[in-house]
C-alpha cells in the first residue's frame, strides 16, 4: 500500500477501465496494553469506492464514499493466542447510494492511501469522533499587539474523574509558548498567546499543539497537530484579504493522481504536487472534487497555499 488496480487502464481517459471489486489480506498480531485493556482499531485512510472490513471472518465496519477516513474498532474480534487475519474488499463499481454518480475524473478502485493499525488504551482520545484525531484547534488573531488566541477541545473515551488533558503549545523552534490543563469530561479552553507570529502565504509559521492525556501522573495517550494564526475574509472591492492585507488568488485545480500510479500517491508524491504547483508561483489551489489526502492539506499548511476544499 498505497495501490489501486486502476493504475494504467484509468489513465487513458476512455471511461474503460475496471470497475468492481477486489479483496485485500493481511494477517497481523495485537499489542498489549496497560494493565491489561485498551482496543485495538483499523483506520482506513480511504477506500475506492466502498469498502468492508473483515477480521477472522467477521464483519467489522461497511463504508460507502471513495475520499474519506474511516475506522473501525475490531477488539472484540480479535485473538490475542494466536494471528489475526484482516481483509478489506474495496469496490469501485456503480452503486446508486455512492458519490459521485459521474464525473469527468477515474474512480479509482483500492486502498489507495493506506491503512493504519492503532492500538490505544481503554481511555484515549476518541477515534470514534467523525474520523478526526479527537483533537480540535482553532487559532485567532486577538487584541492589538499581535497576540492569538487558541480554542482548543478535545474528546477523551470513557474517562473518570482521574483523567486530565493538558495542553501545550509550541512555536517553530519547538519552544513552550503556552498551556493549559483541563479535567477530561470537560476539555474546551481558550489559551492566549502573546505576540503570536501570524501565519501568511509568504511566511507559512505553524505552532505545534499537543493533546497528553494523564492519569495521575502517569500520561496514557497524545495526539498533536499544526497550526497558523490567520484570519482571511472577502471584499466586494478589494477582493480576498488575509490578515487585513489585499491578496489576488492566483492558482490551479489538482486532482490525486499521477501517470501510472493512478491516484495510489505517497507522502512524497503529495509533497512534490506542492511544491510544483509553489514553483509555478501559484497561491492558491483548488482541491478537486473531493476530500483530499491529509499529506496534501499539511503540505499547503507548510508551503503557503490558500485551499479551496470541496467534498463530493
Known sequence: LPHTWNGVDGMDGNGGYYRGRCWYAKMFSTS??????????????????????????????????GYSIFRADVTDLCRQDRENLLVVACDNGEKSSVYPQ????????GLYRGVNLISVPAVHFDLDYFGGPG?????????????AKFELESWVADPDENFTVLYRIEDEDGK???????PAKDTKVTVAVPRA???NIDDPYLYRVTATLWRRNEAFDEVSVQAGVREFS???????????????????????????QGNALTKSDHWADACMIKELGANTIRLAHYQHSQDFYDACDRLGFVAWAEIP
Open 32 to 65: 498489549v496494553q496497560p494493565l491489561g485493556k485498551g482496543r485495538v482499531y483499523v483506520e482506513v485512510l480511504a477506500a475506492g469506492q466502498q469498502a468492508a472490513v473483515y477480521v477472522n471472518g467477521r464483519e467489522a465496519a461497511y463504508h460507502e464514499g
Open 135 to 147: 483533537l480540535k484547534v482553532t487559532p485567532m488573531p486577538w487584541g492589538e499587539q499581535d497576540g
Open 176 to 182: 513552550e509558548v503556552a498551556s493549559a490543563a483541563r
Open 102 to 109: 459521474s464525473a469527468d475524473f477515474t474512480f479509482y478502485g
Open 234 to 260: 472577502c471584499d466586494p472591492e478589494k477582493g480576498f484579504m488575509i490578515n487585513g492585507v489585499e491578496t489576488p488568488l492566483r492558482g490551479v485545480s489538482r486532482h490525486q493522481d499521477k501517470l501510472y
Open 197 to 199: 507570529h501570524r501565519w
